[in-house]
T-cell receptor
Framework: DARVTQTPRDKVTEMGQEVTMRCQPI?????VFWYRQTMMQGLELLAY????????DSGMPKDRFSAEMPDATLATLKIQPSEPRDSAVYFC?????????????FGPGTRLTVL | GENVEQHPSTLSVQEGDSAVIKCTYS??????FPWYKQELGKRPQLIID?????GEKKDQRIAVTLNKTAKHFSLHITETQPEDSAVYFC????????????FGAGTRLAVHP
């Protein structure tokens, strides 16, 4: 069955390095979400796209984080420069906003460790 | 801003007992309330959802109830099994048509054999 995919699954990097995480939403879905999960903060919404347009990135630190959807099959989340406090699991989710349907389907996540 | 509170943060039950997790939300215009289950090291997966025009929904051993007046909703798991052990998240969709979900902080459920 169709699933959201994310790469890489694990990333270890040093402070100051650029990190790029990629997500392939389920084909036909028109909404994409980026979440960050830590033990302390639970599931935090970072950014939200509908029909590839960014609608809400109020949860994202603007100085170092950026999110884009270059096309309907790819969403990216970039951190530059990375810091140890960015260590977390980053989930991408996609959904079809139509006819009252609201389900969001999560990808497997990218576990980021910044040393 | 919008907020979802979830209780308890941890819940321990014996196999076969029932488990109840409760959430309250702040946005009275919220109209969709999903529940996600996340096993250790895995992705959150939708297990049941309810819309604001329904008071209760059941799927085998899982049920969700919604009280719009009080702005709270609950997840009920009956005849719990060890494989029900996981973190459960409730969420509420905000108003405005943006399909944005606000998640509760999660409940870690442990079912002991």
């Amino acid at each position: 069955d169709a699933r959201v995919t994310q790469t890489p699954r694990d990333k270890v990097t040093e402070m100051g390095q650029e990190v790029t995480m990629r997500c392939q939403p389920i084909l036909g879905h028109n909404t994409v979400f980026w979440y960050r999960q830590t033990m302390m903060q639970g599931l935090e919404l970072l950014a939200y796209f509908r029909n590839r347009a960014p609608l809400d990135d109020s949860g994202m630190p603007k100085d170092r984080f950026s999110a884009e959807m270059p096309d309907a099959t790819l969403a990216t989340l970039k951190i530059q420069p990375s810091e140890p406090r960015d260590s977390a699991v980053y989930f991408c989710a996609s959904g079809l906003l139509a006819g009252g349907r609201n389900e969001q389907f999560f990808g497997p996540g990218t576990r980021l460790t910044v040393l | 801003g919008e907020n979802v509170e979830q209780h308890p943060s941890t819940l321990s039950v014996q196999e076969g007992d029932s488990a109840v997790i409760k959430c309250t939300y702040s946005d009275s215009a919220s109209n969709y309330f999903p529940w996600y289950k996340q096993e250790l090291g895995k992705r959150p997966q939708l297990i049941i959802d309810i819309r604001s025009n329904v008071g209760e929904k059941k799927d085998q051993r899982i049920a969700v109830t919604l009280n719009k007046t009080a702005k709270h909703f609950s997840l009920h798991i009956t005849e719990t099994q060890p494989e029900d052990s996981a973190v459960y998240f409730c969420a509420a969709r905000t108003s405005g048509g943006y399909n944005k979900l606000i998640f509760g902080a999660g409940t870690r459920l442990a079912v002991h054999p």
